[in-house]
Nanobody, 126 residues
């Protein structure tokens, strides 16, 4: 199957920056769209909100709340997606999840798998 491993979360002061990384591994044939979603901690039933997505060709899409502050990028050779976060605000505090629309090799056939990482916590606080 496929595994997504995120890194780069942590504690940062308001106005600071962080860069998240997410590397995909496994029996991957191809990866289409990749993206980042976030879920605010401590709110029961709160769904994950889209932060940014990027297609294999590099087309990007951002949530209004992060437009101009966050930049998503990817390295197709490394099956890795990044999220550069600048001018961070306390309301950006959340668990950030990596997502990838993958095509995996399974039993000599190709299967579509929508994969998620385990999440990495970003806390913006002074």
């Amino acid at each position: 199957q496929v595994q997504l491993v995120e890194s780069g979360g942590g504690l940062v002061e308001p106005g600071g920056s962080l860069k998240l990384s997410c590397a995909a591994s496994g029996s991957i044939f191809n990866i289409n769209d990749m993206g980042w979603y976030r879920q605010a901690p401590g709110i029961p039933g709160k769904e994950r909100d889209l932060v940014a997505t990027i297609s294999r060709s590099g087309s990007t899409n951002y949530a209004n709340s992060v437009e101009g502050r966050f930049t998503i990028s990817r390295d197709n050779a490394k099956n890795t997606v990044y999220l550069q976060m600048n001018s961070l605000k306390p309301e950006d505090t959340a668990v950030y999840y990596c997502n990838a629309g993958t095509i995996v090799v399974q039993s000599q056939s190709l299967t579509a798998v929508n994969a998620w990482g385990q999440g990495t916590l970003v806390t913006v606080s002074s």
